[in-house]
Structure formats: C-alpha cells, structure tokens
C-alpha cells in the first residue's frame, strides 16, 4: 500500500534547524512530484515547498523563502525539508504529500494524491 511518513519533527528554539524526512513506501518516489505542507491550529493549510519529480525545479512559499531547501534523493525515495533560522510562527503540523501527474514542475496550488500523517514542528524558548 502506498505510503508516506514523515519524520524529524520537534522541539526547536527560535533560530535553530531542524530536517523533516518524508519517506515513501510502495511506490517509486521518483515519479511524482512532492509538496510540503504546514497547518497550525486555528489556520488554513499553508503550502511550504514542492520539488519536480527530478528535483530540478523547486518552489517555497513566501514565508520560508531563503529559509527552508527542499531535497530528494530518488535512491532512498525519499524527500527532505532543511529549516533553518526557525521562527515561532513555524510552529505547525508539517505534512508531505505525493502528485503523480504534471510531475516534471510543482505548484503549491495543486492538488496532492498521497499525503503522509504529518510531524509536530514547535519553535519556542
């Protein structure tokens, strides 16, 4: 069965990094598109960053720009999130979801096929 989880969630103070790893199982990570996804509570689901199912093209929404890098490595199949300079408004369930069509871009505005459980990211002294 197809599946994706997330893990490298936690407890961060603002400033520190953490990676998040979002690995699949299943199926050939390589062929689709990934995105990453954030939602804290009270809040819309905010999209945070998508990669090409090569990687070659990445997008990062406007809060993480120049903060966050998006990574795959296609061989283990699974995609990574790199957060640095963390800030308390990071604080969210932090999700990576699957897009097995229009693979060769990405777009945070596109619909997701497979998402994974999601991992708690708290940013506080």
């Known amino acids: 069965q197809p599946q994706l989880v997330e893990t490298g969630g936690g407890l961060v103070q603002p400033g520190g990094s953490l990676r998040l790893s979002c690995a699949a199982s299943?199926?050939?990570?390589?062929?689709?598109?990934i995105g990453w996804f954030r939602q804290a509570p009270g809040k819309e689901r905010e999209g945070v960053s998508c990669?090409?199912?090569?990687?070659?093209?990445?997008n990062y929404g406007d809060a993480v720009k120049g903060r966050f890098t998006i990574s795959r490595d296609n061989n283990k199949n699974t995609v990574y999130l790199q957060m640095n300079n963390l800030k308390p408004e990071d604080t969210a369930v932090y999700y990576c979801?699957?897009?097995?069509?229009?693979?060769?871009?990405?777009?945070?505005?596109?619909?997701?096929?497979?998402w994974g459980q999601g991992t708690q990211v708290t940013v506080s002294s």
């Open positions: 979801a699957a897009r097995g069509s229009l693979t060769v871009t990405c777009n945070l505005r596109f619909e997701y096929d497979l």
């Open positions: 299943g199926f050939e990570l390589r062929n689709y598109a």
């Open positions: 990669a090409s199912d090569s990687g070659g093209i990445t």
